[in-house]
């Protein structure tokens, strides 16, 4: 049996990893929970059982279980929700352990943790994360019943149970899944329109329990207009070395429906950096005709770690309008 007790030791030098994931600026955080409190923040969560299934929070884990003995559930989802039809984005996040046996394979049970986002409680409309199989996760969207799938194996050696940090950036005309910031899979069909909450739940009508764990949720709604980065303009990939005493170009650039040039400078930040007092003069970076803007950002000012994959802007143009944009990163040592 390999539950959430066995995957205690590891969890305490998973923290510092979970303190360091960078959030997205792209509007309302909604929660941001470490579980430090001892309880669960009731304004915020939504607890529901059935059966002898069970919730709690202990040691700064938010734990979930199906109980040992007989049938039951547990889930917790958010108290707000959102539909994709009214706000521009939905960012879930979390670091997450679900459930596997090493005795048989697939090695799941119940119905495989789901966690992401869900229209109330409805697997039928959900955009979320399951234990495919006890080294593979699947991505689904579902909408009225009819779902698009896809399933990542982890890295050798990876489990369900292990410490995990899933990622969904959902807008109305596609979603994107990360499993360790690793883009896993987008989906472009069946994409819920309905109020969605985050969501993250066990069921499981056997005699073992079946938990799962979370030491961090995230929820964020964006209002934010996304634009277009280049990091680097003219260079691929795009290769920062944290260690250079130098500067980082970042173009915005315009499109036939978003003039860069009237982005307010002094609002930007980019990896958590403010832009530098150079350049700014508008210029056609792309060819296409449109004025775009270069910003350049101190190299050693920059957020970023070996490893990120990916760095985001943020700001404001004049009249007040949020933006935000990402572009890739090749981080260099």
């Not at 990893?17 to 939504?46: P, Q, R």
């Not at 979603?175 to 329109?193: C, E, G, R, S």
């Not at 979370?214 to 691929?236: H, N, R």
């Not at 309008?321 to 090749?330: E, M, N, P, T, Y």
């Amino acid at each position: 049996m390999h539950g959430i007790t066995k995957k205690m030791s590891t969890l305490v030098i998973c923290v510092v990893m979970v303190a360091t994931i960078s959030v997205s600026a792209f509007g309302e955080v909604i929660i941001d929970d470490h579980f430090d409190s001892g309880s669960l923040d009731t304004t915020k969560f939504e607890a529901i059982t059935t059966g002898i299934g069970y919730v709690t929070v202990s040691s700064s884990w938010l734990v979930m279980g199906s109980g040992y003995g007989g049938s039951g559930s547990a889930l917790v989802k958010s108290k707000e929700s959102f539909s994709l039809a009214t706000v521009d984005m939905i960012i879930f996040e979390g670091t997450i352990s679900g459930y596997w046996e090493g005795h048989w394979y697939p090695g799941v049970y119940g119905d495989k943790q789901p966690r992401g986002l869900r229209v109330g409680t409805d697997p039928n409309n959900a955009i979320e994360f399951i234990s495919y199989a006890r080294d593979t996760v699947e991505a689904r969207t579902v909408a009225s019943g009819v779902a698009t799938a896809s399933q990542y194996l982890l890295p050798a050696g990876g489990r369900v149970g292990d410490l995990l940090t899933y990622r969904i950036e959902a807008d109305s005309t596609s979603v994107k899944f990360y499993v360790n910031d690793i883009l896993i899979a987008t989906h472009t069909t069946n994409i819920p329109t309905g109020q969605l909450n985050l969501y993250i739940g066990t069921n499981y009508d056997g005699y073992g329990n079946v938990p799962v764990a979370a030491d961090w949720l995230y929820l964020e709604v964006g209002g934010a207009e996304a634009v277009t980065i280049d990091v680097k303009p003219g260079s691929f990939p795009n290769s920062i070395n944290l260690k250079s005493k130098g500067n980082v170009p970042v173009a915005i650039l315009s499109s036939p429906t978003f003039d860069a040039t009237i982005v307010d400078w002094n609002t930007v930040v980019f990896a958590g950096a403010p832009p530098l007092p150079i350049g700014k003069s508008p210029e056609d970076v792309n060819g296409d005709g449109l004025p775009d803007v270069v910003l350049h950002f101190k190299t050693q000012d920059l957020n970023l770690q070996p490893g990120d994959t990916e760095a985001c802007l943020s700001g404001k143009t004049l009249d007040g309008q949020d933006i935000a944009g990402c572009d890739s990163v090749r981080i260099v040592k």
